[in-house]
Every structure is written in C-alpha cells, then in structure tokens.
C-alpha cells in the first residue's frame, strides 16, 4: 500500500487560487492512476479530478472543470491540484487518492485504496 500526503490548504478568498500537493510513498507510484476528493460538512465524499499513471489522460467532475487542473511528477512522487477561480461552495476537506492503474472506476471511492490524512480549503465571500 502506498502512503500519502496532502497539503496546501488554507484559507483563501472567493476567485483566488490554492495548489494542493500529495507526496507519495511506499509504492511504485507509476503503477498508479491518483485521484482528489473532497467532503464538505454534512456531505457525502465527492470525486473531484483523477489522472492517470503516467499522467496522459485527465479526468475531472463538471463542479471544477475549467477552474481546477490535476497533474503528477512521477519522478518526484508527487501529485498536484492546481484550484482557480474559488468559490465559497468548494470548501471541503480535500483528499488525494491512490488506486492501481489496472482496474477501477476514477468516480468510485471505492476503487481507491490508499487515501490520505485530508488538508482543509476555506473559501470565504
């Protein structure tokens, strides 16, 4: 099982930007496709953007497409979301995610396997 890290969280206002970073360990990371969620109080947990092992394929949900990009370093072990034009209502925990590139649904938390601690992002009005 790989381990993971999320941080970058914070507070930001509405229409500024946060990039998240999760630092993984333990595992062959290229054997892995990465995912973020994210959970909102009172909420269930919510796919936000998957990318694939070897970074060529994208995948995001329609709340953050054209605002959010998700990209990896496989070199470094590092897997990144870069979030633009905030709104109050992406305020969640965020987590980022691993599932093995040979099955599973990116939409799924149930495909993920490993999950990291969550790093919390504020959107303020």
């Known amino acids: 099982q790989v381990q993971l890290v999320e941080s970058g969280g914070g507070l930001v206002q509405a229409g500024g930007s946060l990039r998240l970073s999760c630092a993984a360990s333990?595992?062959?990371?290229?054997?892995?496709?990465m995912g973020w969620f994210r959970q909102a109080p009172g909420k269930e947990r919510e796919f936000v953007a998957g990318?694939?092992?070897?970074?060529?394929?994208?995948y995001y949900a329609d709340s953050v497409k054209g605002r959010f990009t998700i990209s990896r370093d496989n070199a470094k072990n590092m897997v990144y979301l870069q979030m633009n034009s905030l709104k109050p209502e992406d305020t969640a925990v965020y987590y980022c995610?691993?599932?093995?590139?040979?099955?599973?649904?990116?939409?799924?938390?149930?495909?993920?396997?490993?999950w990291g601690q969550g790093t919390q992002v504020t959107v303020s009005s």
């Open positions: 333990g595992g062959t990371f290229s054997s892995y496709d």
């Open positions: 995610a691993a599932k093995s590139r040979y099955r599973g649904s990116y939409y799924s938390t149930d495909a993920f396997g490993s």
């Open positions: 990318i694939s092992w070897s970074g060529g394929s994208t």
